[in-house]
């Protein structure tokens, strides 16, 4: 009996729909043991009101793609929860709030501002902004979703059964995710689906896999200044990378092509603050004269070291 699948968009940019879509023939063995029954707003011509009409737990798995920026995400996910036996946050943006999540530097005054007056490509005399309702010719009642005060992780709106990290997930991750799925070798309910090795664990470049002893960075560069050697360990050359303390799922990806981790896997398991615990871990390789030229050279670095967690943080956002 095939298992009853959903898949939902919220705020995301659908590249964690894509990374499923990337199984190829993988996809279509799996198809065999799942049925479609929602995937909106980007697959399968299926509507809100067909969602709200299923009955309650009739859905055995839903993966959630995006974070939640707008009322109507929330709602979503409110009855989609209702209908599933088992939700995954599925990519950093769900499971975190992902890149998305650093709006939440900013108010949302600030962001309406920003977008809808100082840009240079604005023009928008009458300042008009968007509203939640508007009356067309007198009669017609149009609506908009109410855009959030704050990005919201999946988790913050609904229970979440499992987690699933990656800006997108790696696909080969992804086909290991779907084949426990189908197969019900799930770990327990709250975890993140992982192998639960570090990308410094997986990664060719890691000095300890060679032999080699690690020593305190004393420059920090930036990507902009060079191009780093392709053998060596990009932490170890200045560049700040956040393998030690992302997991590995991807297969370190990244610094496969000679670019640094920026954390978009999700925290090791155990670790509650994806961001304190990066700043505690490039801290500590760091000397005092290369602490001095990070601050210097990264603006800001709620941003660098949050990147792909700051909603799901012990910050939050700007309070």
């Avoid at 890149?99 to 939440?104: K, T």
Wanted: aromatic share 8%; hydrophobic share 40%; proline share 6%.
């Amino acid at each position: 009996m095939a298992l009853k699948f959903a898949f939902y968009l919220a705020a995301g940019c659908a590249g964690c729909e894509m990374a499923l879509v990337d199984l190829a023939d993988r996809l279509v063995d799996a198809l065999e043991h799942l049925e479609v029954v929602f995937w909106a707003p980007t697959v399968a011509d299926v509507k809100y009101k067909d969602l709200e009409k299923m009955p309650d737990k009739s859905i055995d798995v839903a993966l959630v793609d995006g974070a939640v920026r707008l009322s109507e995400q929330e709602h979503i996910l409110k009855i989609l929860r209702q209908k599933s036996k088992i939700l995954v946050a599925f990519g950093i943006c769900a499971s975190m709030g992902g890149i998305a999540g650093l709006a939440n530097v900013h108010t949302k005054e600030e962001i309406f501002e920003t977008v809808y007056f100082k840009t240079y490509s604005t023009d928008n005399p009458e300042g008009v902004v968007p509203q939640t309702k508007c009356v067309v010719d007198g009669k017609y009642e149009l609506t908009l979703p109410e855009f959030l005060e704050k990005v919201k992780p999946v988790c913050e709106v609904v229970e979440v059964d499992y987690f699933v990290g990656g800006c997108p997930p790696h696909h080969e991750h992804v086909a290991k995710i779907v084949e426990a799925i189908v197969s019900g070798n799930l770990p327990p309910k709250g975890s993140w689906i992982t192998d639960g090795k570090s990308v410094c664990d997986v990664c060719p470049r890691n000095p300890a896999s060679k032999g080699e002893k690690r020593e305190f960075v004393r420059e920090v560069k930036r990507t902009i200044e060079g191009v780093p050697d392709e053998e060596k360990c990009l932490l170890q050359q200045g560049y700040v990378c956040f393998g030690p303390i992302t997991q590995g799922d991807c297969g370190a990806s990244c610094p496969k092509v000679n670019i640094p981790c920026r954390g978009c896997g999700g925290p090791l398991p155990g670790v509650k603050d994806f961001g304190a615990r990066a700043i505690s871990a490039i801290g500590s390789v760091l000397s005092e004269e290369a602490v001095d030229q990070l601050i210097e050279k990264y603006g800001n670095l709620t941003k660098l070291f949050y990147r792909y967690s700051l909603p799901a943080s012990l910050l939050g956002g700007r309070r």
